[in-house]
């Protein structure tokens, strides 16, 4: 992986939407068949995939699924 400062760095999951540069994620939640991916400016993004896949893409965000359809940050 290249050296990339760190405020550069993202999840794999922000390739999937066109967040802002510094969005962060805040929190998903399963809303079948599709996850709502809310970042910490307050956008809504919808994405048709699996949470179990969305968590999987979250690799830099530290967070916590609380439920079976809920991961916050």
Known sequence: ????PSG???DWLF???????????SRL???DPDIR?????GEEYRLLMRLRDAVAEIDLELGLC???SHWVA
């Open 1 to 4: 992986m290249p050296m990339v």
């Open 8 to 10: 550069l760095r993202k």
């Open 15 to 25: 390739n999937r939407f066109p967040a802002n540069n510094g969005a962060r994620l």
């Open 29 to 31: 939640s399963s809303d």
């Open 37 to 41: 991916v809310i970042t910490n400016d």
């Open 66 to 68: 609380v439920h079976r």
